[in-house]
């Protein structure tokens, strides 16, 4: 695995969803804010906010915090206005970041973001700088212990783009617009998902170890401790061996 599938696995294995559970719901409730604001509260006809509430569940979010900030993106309760956009840098080994960001004060966010990356050994760059290198996909990841045959033909029929064995997992890589499809095809076989998201998946990726491995991990830690930050995406890879070493 590579970038994203490779971070996601980091913090797996770190236990960092589970030690910020907080700040995960700060990011869903703002994720849910804005897609309930620009595409309307209807889940069937919001494909953005389905998604949303889905991780939301995923997350075991209390209910009543994800209707809560639906009304506020609908309008029916008074709530912040966020505004989205991204960053670009570089970080340790010129490893391509992909910073995604909801706030409400983008003075800050700069100022905080610069900050992150200044103190780690990274850099930011000018829009449009790293955002080539990546490609929006759906990823869906499933335990090996799954029927890989079964998941094979189950998604490919359902219109996957690529099914792949990596190792760890079984990973299924969709269009966006497919994603949700995919997914309920998926389920519907009895085949058990672990993760299931639309993310940015790096066209190539910058193997790191030693030191730049290390530094690379802290800087994608900071930025994601950062409230404001909602995704983090990377086209580092690091080897399973430097992995156990740095978290041992």
């Known amino acids: 695995m590579a970038g994203h599938s490779k971070w996601a696995n980091i913090k797996h294995r770190k236990g960092a969803q589970d030690a910020k559970r907080g700040k995960v719901f700060t990011k869903l409730i703002k994720e849910i804010t804005v897609a309930a604001k620009i595409g309307g509260s209807d889940l069937e006809s919001n494909a953005r906010l389905r998604m949303a509430v889905d991780k939301a569940k995923q997350a075991n979010m209390p209910k009543d915090n994800i209707d809560r900030a639906i009304k506020k993106g609908a309008g029916d309760l008074d709530g912040v206005v966020y505004e989205e956009g991204t960053f670009e840098g ?144 990377a086209n580092f890879d690091i080897s399973e061996e430097e992995i156990g070493r740095i978290m041992d």
Do not use: C, H, W
């Not at 909801?102 to 790293?130: C, K, P, Y």
């Open 90 to 233: 570089y970080g340790p080994g010129g490893v391509a970041i992909l910073v995604e960001f909801m706030t409400d004060n983008r003075t800050r966010t700069v100022a905080d973001v610069r900050f992150i990356f200044s103190r780690n050994n990274g850099n930011l760059g000018v829009n449009g700088s790293v955002a080539f290198l990546f490609d929006r996909k759906g990823l869906i990841s499933l335990s090996r212990d799954e029927d890989f045959d079964t998941l094979f033909e189950v998604a490919l029929e359902a219109g996957a783009v690529d099914v792949k064995d990596e190792g760890d997992v079984f990973e299924v890589t969709t269009d966006p617009a497919d994603f949700i499809e995919i997914r309920e095809a998926i389920t519907a076989r009895g085949l058990k998902i672990q993760t299931a998201e639309v993310t940015m998946i790096p066209e190539n990726t910058t193997m790191l170890e030693g030191q730049q491995a290390e530094q690379m991990l802290k800087l994608m830690d900071k930025l994601e401790d950062n409230d404001d930050i909602q995704n983090v995406y």
